[in-house]
């Protein structure tokens, strides 16, 4: 299973500070996707990154993707008490018309 | 609207009944999951249609859960004898499935209880 591992389980931070959240995966992929979920419902695309591409931002978010690793990690800088949600990895296996599959989460606490 | 809608949003049941969850996609997508989501966990992956390919059903529990998606539309999860370990948030989600696995869009869910 190509499914990702996200660590922490669980993160604690500061308004203003930086959230860091790492995700592992085993196969060779075609793309890494983010995701947060508030209040346990539906989950909103934070940003997809390509197994060709090395980082990729989007406002406060940093993506950075390491295939020799099989890794990714999220940054979230300057966070805010609205940061607070459950983060997911996702992946999809490179052999065409694979699910994509997600992991477990890292829940993020920010406290004002 | 324009998004990806499910329904019921909750549904309490008796343990050994039927259910149908339905989803509709967000209207020109192509590929559409079915994920479930027990309290505090990640989402298990139970099923994949992708286009007019056959469905990826890879991660259906047991033979008491089905789906069907007709004309490429809408949806439908189906869970027979229901059994309390059933119990979950039932999550639907469509994409546009242009070069492998875009962003996908997600319905607010099926809460789904059973007694």
């Known amino acids: 299973s190509q499914q990702g591992e996200e660590d922490p389980q669980a993160l604690s931070i500061q308004e203003g500070e930086n959230a860091t959240m790492n995700c592992s995966y085993k196969?060779?992929?075609?793309?890494l996707q983010w995701y947060r979920q508030n209040s346990g419902r539906g989950l909103v695309h934070l940003i997809l990154?390509?197994?060709?591409?090395r980082e990729k931002h989007s406002g406060r978010l940093r993506v950075t993707l390491d295939t020799s690793k099989k890794s990714s990690s999220l940054l979230i800088t300057a966070s805010r008490a609205a940061d607070t949600a459950s983060y997911f990895c996702a992946t999809d296996a490179r052999q065409a018309g694979t699910a994509l599959i997600f992991g477990k989460g890292t829940t993020l606490s920010v406290s004002s | 609207g324009a998004g990806v809608s499910q329904s019921p949003s909750n549904k309490v049941t008796e343990k050994g009944k039927d259910v149908e969850l339905r989803c509709d996609p967000i209207s020109g997508h192509t590929a559409l999951y079915w994920y479930r989501q027990s309290l505090g966990q990640g989402l298990e992956f139970l099923i994949y249609?992708?286009?007019?390919?056959?469905?990826?059903k890879s991660g259906l529990p047991s033979d008491r859960f089905s789906a069907e998606r007709t004309g490429g539309s809408v949806s439908t999860l189906t869970i027979q004898r229901t059994q309390q370990e059933d119990s979950a948030v039932y999550l639907c989600?469509?994409?546009?499935?242009?070069?492998?696995?875009?962003?996908?869009?997600f319905g607010s869910g099926t809460q789904l209880s059973v007694l």
């Open positions: 249609f992708q286009g007019n390919s056959a469905p990826d």
């Open positions: 989600a469509s994409s546009p499935l242009r070069q492998g696995n875009e962003k996908l869009f």
């Open positions: 990154i390509r197994s060709n591409e």
């Open positions: 196969t060779s992929i075609n793309n």
